[in-house]
């Protein structure tokens, strides 16, 4: 069965993870947002693709999901004792990935070629491409003004209230090579339970992918559980734009593009509201704790899309 998932942050990418342990290197190909990319002290930092390639390779730090394992932070605190800005932790280890790539990107290299690159060094033998090779930028709209994403996320946690996004440079972006034909080549696509407004939403825009979407078999995985986000601003996103946050809002925010719907049991008394959108849908446990879980739901999820999606 060839599979190609949509992920963006932590929640995306252990269900990455997941689909990487159930199927072949050709099966799977991962798109990842690249709207949370930025430049910091001058380095080009690619939060969601670094999080898949880390958790796929099994390097990833545990506890946070971002950044690497048994991490050290002496460069963090001698830019500290320079007074230069530390609310983006940047370990060590991590840095090494900054500077490698704004290296390998400054002598000419795209960042899908960067980023086959790192995934060899790293043992990744699944397909990681980033949506674009172009930059794009996710602004979060706010009541304390426009904030790019590690800002608004980072800096400001998460707190102004947000009254929109925009994703600038998406009008001059192409999909990165493979993308669109992965899309055009595939028996599923699978929304990874990541938020749906800035990690998904800025992949969809991406010239070209909801063309190609529109043709494909979509599945969807619900971020919101029991009305909350697991990580992160999702639930309190749809609740200032003025939706509840719901298993169900999550299905009527992708809208036409789905086909089938997984969500959580804790959820369950949402199904006939789901049901009426005319979906397939999978309800089971969504919520990922360990490997296994991660394993557990990319199968449930893959025996659905299977069973309910595929002639
Ligand atoms: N998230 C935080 O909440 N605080 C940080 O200091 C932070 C640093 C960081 C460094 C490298 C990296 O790849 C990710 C990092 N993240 C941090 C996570 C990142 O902001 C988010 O996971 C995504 O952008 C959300 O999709």
């Known amino acids: 069965m060839k599979v190609v998932a949509l992920a963006g942050g932590v929640g995306g ?9 159930c199927l072949a290197p050709q099966e799977l190909t991962l798109v990842v947002n690249t709207g949370d990319d930025f430049l910091h002290f001058g380095l080009k930092i690619c939060p ?4 898949v390639c ?3 390779a099994g390097l ?3 506890e946070t999901g971002w950044g690497r ?6 460069t963090l605190r001698a830019l500290e004792a320079l007074g230069a800005p530390t609310w983006f932790q940047l370990g060590d280890q991590d840095l090494a990935t900054h500077l490698e790539r704004t290296r390998r990107l400054a002598e000419g290299e795209t960042l899908s070629e960067v980023t086959r690159f790192f ?4 043992g990744i033998r699944h397909r990681v491409l980033p949506m674009s090779d172009q930059p ?8 304390i003004g426009d904030l790019p994403f590690q800002e608004y996320f980072v800096k400001y946690r998460f707190e102004p209230s947000v009254r929109g996004f925009r994703f600038e440079g998406i009008a001059q972006a192409t999909a990165a090579p493979g993308v669109l034909e992965a899309l055009a080549d595939c028996d599923v696509v699978i929304f990874c339970p990541s938020n749906p407004w800035v990690s998904i939403d800025p992949i969809l825009a991406v010239p070209g992918v909801r063309e190609a979407l529109l043709r494909a078999r979509v599945v969807a995985v619900s971020p919101i559980v029991g009305g909350r986000a697991l990580k992160g601003p999702a639930a309190k996103m749809f609740a200032e734009i003025g939706i509840p946050p719901s298993a169900q809002a999550v299905a009527l925010h992708y809208g036409s593009l789905l086909k089938g719907f997984v969500y959580d049991r804790a959820d369950v008394a949402e199904e006939p509201a789901v049901r009426s ?9 969504t919520v990922m704790r360990s490997p296994a879980d991660r394993r557990r739901l990319a199968e449930e999820i893959l025996d659905f899309a299977r069973r309910e999606l595929i002639p």
Request: proline letters at 2%.
């Open 60 to 62: 990833a730090n545990p």
């Open 54 to 56: 880390y958790t796929l």
């Open 69 to 74: 394992a048994g991490e050290t932070w002496n």
């Open 48 to 51: 969601d693709l670094d999080t």
């Open 136 to 143: 794009v930028r996710t602004i979060v709209e706010t009541d």
């Open 119 to 122: 995934c060899q060094q790293w």
């Open 13 to 21: 990418a252990k269900l990455a993870d997941g689909l990487a342990r």
């Open 277 to 285: 959108l005319g979906l397939r849908t999978l309800v089971t446990d």
